[in-house]
Nanobody
Framework: QVQLDESGGGLVQAGGSLRLSCQAS???????????LAWYRQAPGNTRELVAS???????NYADFVQGRFTVSRDNHKITGYLEMNSLKSEDSAVYYC??????????????WGQGTQVIVSS
């Protein structure tokens, strides 16, 4: 079983910045690689939506509503993904979830979700 541990959420004023992290770990075998890693968010009453994604080769994709403000990145050595969020707006307030296709030596490639980290942007 793979665990995705998210951190970095919190309360920030509008216009501020936060950096979310998502680190993968497993107690069964070893992690060979994270393929696609994505960040989603879900605000109360809303459906979960894609924020940004990054492929194993480094290509990225962003939702229009974060274009130019957020940056998704990864550190393959640390098996960690990041979401740098700048110029935050109140409408960015949500629970942010990490999602990843993780290739392990025991189970091959499977999709996993993190537990979510709360981001609150005060106006």
């Amino acid at each position: 079983q793979v665990q995705l541990d998210e951190s970095g959420g919190g309360l920030v004023q509008a216009g501020g910045s936060l950096r979310l992290s998502c680190q993968a770990s497993t107690t069964s075998g070893s992690i060979v690689r994270i393929n696609r890693l994505a960040w989603y968010r879900q605000a109360p009453g809303n459906t979960r939506e894609l924020v940004a994604s990054i492929e194993s080769g480094g290509s990225t994709n962003y939702a229009d509503f974060v274009q130019g403000r957020f940056t998704v990145s990864r550190d393959n050595h640390k098996i960690t993904g990041y979401l740098e969020m700048n110029s935050l707006k109140s409408e960015d307030s949500a629970v942010y979830y990490c999602n990843a296709d993780v290739w392990t030596s025991m189970t091959g490639t499977r999709n996993y979700w993190g537990q979510g980290t709360q981001v609150i942007v005060s106006s």
